[in-house]
């Protein structure tokens, strides 16, 4: 069954971006290569059309990926997500119960999670503890250091 992932329109976009520059650049660059090494003379004793055409087989391969990708991607329309609760794309504002410290976090596809902007993903312990969660309510998350207690003070987008 297709590994079906969520992405903003920002996200989906790059992606999309990405493939189009593998297949319209690089791919013509690999290709260059391999006949450029070819022309060198002997092919069984080519050490650099050998890892040309390594190279090209990695590409084709990324291609490939990014293409099943942009196939089972979905995209999320952020203006029909319900506000009263943690889903994908929330800001949610928590408190730690155990220190009182706020945080304040992005649920984010996993692709696009990147803690130093504040945005983890979707699979992560303390997101998949949040989700479907209102302002207000307690949740206990176990992560690796152990237990943790929070409480949703905002949810936004």
Avoid: C, W
Wanted: charged residues 35%.
């Amino acid at each position: 069954m297709a590994d079906i992932k969520y992405y903003n329109e920002e996200g989906f976009i790059k992606i999309k971006d990405e493939l189009h520059k593998l297949i319209t650049v690089d791919r013509p660059n690999a290709s260059k290569q391999i006949a450029e090494a070819r022309d060198k003379g002997d092919l069984s004793e080519n050490a650099e059309y050998d890892a040309a055409k390594e190279a090209q087989g990695l590409l084709e391969m990324k291609i490939s990926k990014l293409q099943d990708t942009i196939r089972n991607a979905r995209i999320l329309d952020e203006s029909k997500l319900d506000l009263s609760k943690v889903l994908i794309l929330s800001i949610v504002e928590i408190k730690n119960l155990k220190n009182n410290k706020i945080m304040k976090y992005a649920i984010a596809p996993e692709s696009e999670a990147d803690l130093k902007l504040g945005k983890i993903s979707v699979n992560s312990p303390i997101a998949k503890g949040l989700l479907g969660k209102s302002v207000g309510d307690k949740v206990e998350i176990k992560v690796p250091a152990g237990l943790l207690g929070f409480e949703i003070i905002d949810i936004s987008r």
